[in-house]
C-alpha cells in the first residue's frame, strides 16, 4: 500500500510576512497631551506615599446639595517637637477642623479653619477650556509661617506649560512635551527672590499600558527616580531611588499596592528600615476604615493609627 504524504506548508507570501511586522506608524502632529510637570511621578507617590498619621482620626462630611457640603476633622494622637537627642519626643494633641466645599465642574473652592488658629484655602478655575488657574494660601498667627501660590496651568494638544506666583518673590515655570506617544520630556527654572538663589530641572516620562518610568534632576543636587508596574488589574509594584548630591543622602523604597472590590492596601520598605502599611476599607456606602502603621526600629519610633471616613 503506498503511503500518503501530506503536502509541505505552504510558507507566506514575502508581502504578508513583511506587513506582519511592520512597526506601527506613529504620528507626530497628533501625539497625547502629558501630565503636568509637577506630577510626573503620579503613580509612585500615590502608592509609596500615601496619607499616613497616628492616633484617631474622623472625617466626616455632609453635602447640603450637588455643590456645596461642609466637613469637620478630629484627630487625636502624639505630635513630634523638635530634639537635641536621637530619641524621637511627642506629646499628646487634639486638634478638629472645621470645612466648606464648593464644587463645580469649572470651580473647585475648599476653605479649612483649625483650632491652633491657621486658615487654609484652595481654588481651582478653568479660565478657558485650556487654561486653568489654582491658587493655595494659608494665614496663621505665627510669624513668617503665612503663604500664598499662584499656579497657572495651560494645556496644549501634546504639551504642558505652568507658571507659578508665590510669596517671599518665588517665581518658577515649567514646560513638558511628548516627543512619542509614551515618551514626554520637560523642564523648569525657578527664582526664590526672598533667598536669592535660583535653579533648574530635567525630567523624561515613558509610560505603556503595563509600566511607568519616571525620571528627574535639578540642579540643586537631587535626583528622583521612580518606576511602577502593573502586575494585573488589581496588583502594582512601585520602586523609588532618591539622592541628595549636597548631603549625600541616598534614600530606596519599594512597595506594592493591591486593589480589592472593598479595599485598597499599599504598603513598603525603604533602605533606612522603615516599613509602612495603609489599609482604606470600605464598610459601607459612605463609610471607610483607615488604618495606618509606620515602623521605624533604628529611631524607635513606631507610629500606628486608625480612622473612619464618613461621607462621599
Given at each position: ?94 486638634t478638629y477642623d472645621f470645612g466648606a466645599n464648593f464644587i463645580d465642574p469649572k470651580l473647585m473652592l475648599i476653605g479649612r479653619i483649625h483650632t491652633d488658629g491657621r486658615l487654609t484655602a484652595r481654588v481651582k478655575c478653568d479660565l478657558s477650556e485650556n487654561l486653568t488657574m489654582k ?48 515618551l514626554s520630556l520637560g523642564g523648569e527654572v525657578f527664582w526664590a527672590g526672598q533667598h536669592r538663589k535660583s535653579g533648574t530641572g530635567f525630567a523624561a516620562r515613558y509610560n505603556t499600558d503595563k509600566m511607568v518610568a519616571s525620571g528627574q534632576i535639578a540642579s540643586t543636587g537631587m ?90
Open positions: 500500500m503506498a503511503t500518503i504524504v501530506p503536502p509541505p506548508a505552504t510558507p507566506p507570501p514575502p508581502a504578508a510576512a513583511a506587513e506582519a511586522i511592520k512597526p506601527e506608524k506613529v504620528d507626530y502632529m497628533d501625539l497625547p497631551c502629558p501630565i503636568p510637570y509637577e506630577e510626573i511621578h503620579r503613580e509612585a507617590m500615590m502608592s509609596l506615599k500615601p496619607d499616613h498619621f497616628e492616633g484617631m482620626r474622623v472625617d466626616f462630611t455632609k453635602g447640603l446639595n450637588q455643590r456645596f457640603s461642609l466637613s469637620h476633622s478630629i484627630a487625636m494622637g502624639p505630635t513630634e517637637v523638635p530634639a537635641q537627642s536621637a530619641e524621637t519626643i511627642k506629646i499628646p494633641t487634639a491658587a493655595n494660601a494659608q494665614l496663621t498667627n505665627e510669624p513668617h509661617m503665612s503663604h500664598g501660590m499662584f499656579n497657572f496651568d495651560y494645556k496644549g494638544t501634546d504639551y504642558r506649560t505652568q507658571f507659578q506666583l508665590g510669596n517671599g518673590g518665588l517665581l518658577g515655570a515649567s514646560y513638558i512635551q511628548s516627543v512619542t506617544p509614551r535626583l528622583a527616580l521612580s518606576y511602577v508596574q502593573k502586575v494585573s488589574e488589581k496588583v502594582s509594584l512601585a520602586s523609588d531611588l532618591m539622592y541628595n548630591y549636597m548631603s549625600r543622602d541616598v534614600t530606596a523604597s519599594f512597595g506594592y499596592d493591591y486593589i480589592l472590590r472593598q479595599c485598597r492596601l499599599r504598603g513598603k520598605i525603604d533602605s533606612n528600615g522603615c516599613t509602612s502599611a495603609f489599609l482604606e476599607e470600605r464598610l459601607n456606602m459612605g463609610l471607610n476604615f483607615i488604618l495606618s502603621a509606620e515602623i521605624d526600629h533604628k529611631k524607635k519610633d513606631y507610629k500606628f493609627g486608625f480612622g473612619l471616613t464618613v461621607g462621599e
